[in-house]
């Protein structure tokens, strides 16, 4: 089990413990959405399906009322029947075309900076593990939290599995990544940064909520409850 983060000679203390989002808040984007798009352009996926259903689903992302399951399971399908070799070709032309320009330079700065206070940083992400651990290895982001995909041998079968990290399991998943290292988010002095509405079980969890760029619903909510609120990026 690694070590937990603590700064050479800092007294003893609560873990700082700094969980970012990714789409719309690290990233000037949505994964899910350009990997679509990626996908698309490539021939590898048909254009009018999944342009139609990945309207549907940020339209009712953005109002809080998609289901976690049929949300995963929708991206996680755009995966079915590819090969790991195929799909680590893919990922890696994705991360340079797709999303490293639209990491902004207030987001990698941002990131530094808990990383350089000795910070246990984690990126917490619904969209899958498969398309979004490069990005998190791009920013030096050492833990990552993301939905989970089914892998039978050498493809993948298009599945999400065990809990969405997703509203109310993003708390879950946390927690679980949490006691894996003996710690609990109580003992931590904890900080997310998140855009969207749908994060509002974590935001409420953590000691510090800052959001970022936020939706309007959540907008509403971090007036209300007093939260920072900073910008990364224009939102898109």
Request: hydrophobic share 45%; glycine share 6%.
């Amino acid at each position: 089990m690694p070590e937990t983060p603590r700064a050479a000679g800092a007294p003893p203390g609560p873990i700082r413990l700094t969980i970012f989002d990714l789409d719309h808040t690290l990233l000037d984007g949505d994964s899910d959405t350009l990997w679509c798009e990626f996908l698309v352009e490539r021939g590898l996926l048909d254009r009018a399906h999944f342009f139609a259903g990945n309207a549907d689903m940020e339209r009712r992302y953005a109002l809080g009322t998609v289901g976690v399951d049929e949300f995963a399971a929708f991206y996680v399908s755009t995966l079915a029947g590819r090969t790991v070799p195929e799909v680590d070709s893919l990922r890696r032309d994705f991360l340079r075309e797709s999303i490293v320009p639209r990491i902004p330079d207030a987001a990698r700065a941002l990131v530094a900076r808990h990383l350089a206070t000795d910070d246990l940083v984690v990126l917490s992400t619904a969209t899958n593990r498969v398309i979004t651990e490069l990005t998190a290895a791009h920013l030096e982001i050492p833990h990552l939290i993301a939905t989970e995909v089914e892998r039978r041998a050498e493809r993948y079968s298009g599945r999400p599995i065990g809990v969405p990290n997703m509203r109310d399991g993003k708390v879950e998943r946390l927690d679980a990544f949490l006691a894996a290292r003996s710690l609990s988010l109580e003992q931590c002095e904890s900080r997310f940064y998140s855009d969207s509405i749908n994060d509002l079980p974590l935001l409420s969890a953590v000691r510090t909520a800052v959001v970022v760029n936020p939706d309007d619903r959540l907008a509403d909510v971090a007036a209300c409850r007093g939260w920072e609120a900073i910008r990364l990026h224009a939102r898109n």
